[in-house]
Nanobody, 128 residues
């Protein structure tokens, strides 16, 4: 069974930087595409960023593009999301997710339905 555990959330101020981490266990991490999603209060879960299994392709939602970086370390089974210049609208529960079929289909998906494993989430609250 694959387990994903996020950490790094908390209460921050607008303009701050935050780094979220996701540690995976239970499978060959380097086979997975990884992604970050978030669910703002009273809203649907939305895609934030994704990185392919090799770490050489990334994709971001427009609202975080240019101020966020997704990365991974396959040797440490970890993925990370750094967001700079945080805004109140970044307030959400952040989830990491893994696509276990990445090496088969070769695509970088953004829909939650394409991801097989999810962490429990970490709350990020940005005060203005």
């Amino acid at each position: 069974q694959v387990q994903l555990v996020e950490s790094g959330g908390g209460l921050v101020q607008a303009g701050d930087r935050l780094i979220l981490s996701c540690v995976a266990s239970g499978h060959t991490f380097s086979d997975f595409n990884m992604a970050w999603f978030r669910q703002p209060p009273e809203k649907e879960r939305e895609f934030v960023a994704a990185i392919n299994w090799k770490g050489d392709r990334t994709y971001y939602r427009n609202s975080v593009k240019g101020r966020s970086t997704i990365s991974r370390d396959n040797a440490k089974n970890t993925a990370a999301l750094q967001i700079d210049n945080l805004k109140p609208e970044d307030t959400a529960v952040y989830y990491c997710a893994a696509d276990r079929d990445a090496t088969k289909h070769g695509r970088l998906y953004v829909a939650p339905s394409e991801f097989d494993y999810w962490g429990q989430g970490t709350q990020v609250t940005v005060s203005s």
